[in-house]
């Protein structure tokens, strides 16, 4: 019982930030701290291909969506482990700072995965 509660909660949760950093990407309502250092050349560059930033958080916008209405929730989940994983690897390397986030994302990512790994068997035999 208390384990079913769990993965609603860490649902809800991982869903509700991934809608919410991506419509705040789209419609600026809260403020974003300007990136310093290797960040921001990090991030220069993902600006510079003009298409990487938007897909990215369209992607996230989509996994959210699939994460808060559990329709099509295990496909929004393996959609967002790439994401998730780089934005660990990223905190990890450049932004320390941002890392208790970046590990709760992952970490809710490689949790809800664990939980339904029934459905995923299938996708990785030989």
Wanted: aromatic share 14%.
């Amino acid at each position: 019982m208390y384990i079913k509660i769990a993965i609603l909660i860490v649902r809800i949760l991982l869903g509700a930030l991934m809608v919410f950093a991506s419509l705040n990407y789209f419609f600026k309502f809260m403020d974003e701290p300007m990136p310093e250092g290797e960040m921001l050349t990090v991030m220069s560059g993902f600006m510079a291909t003009k298409y990487l930033f938007p897909l990215v958080k369209i992607v996230e916008l989509v996994a959210g969506l699939t994460l808060l209405t559990g329709k099509f929730m295990k496909l929004g989940l393996l959609i967002l482990l790439p994401i998730t994983v780089n934005i660990f690897f990223l905190h990890s390397s450049i932004a320390p700072t941002d890392l208790p986030v970046a590990i709760f994302v992952l970490g809710a990512n490689l949790f809800l995965i664990y939980v339904h790994w029934e459905t995923y068997k299938d996708l990785i035999k030989a």
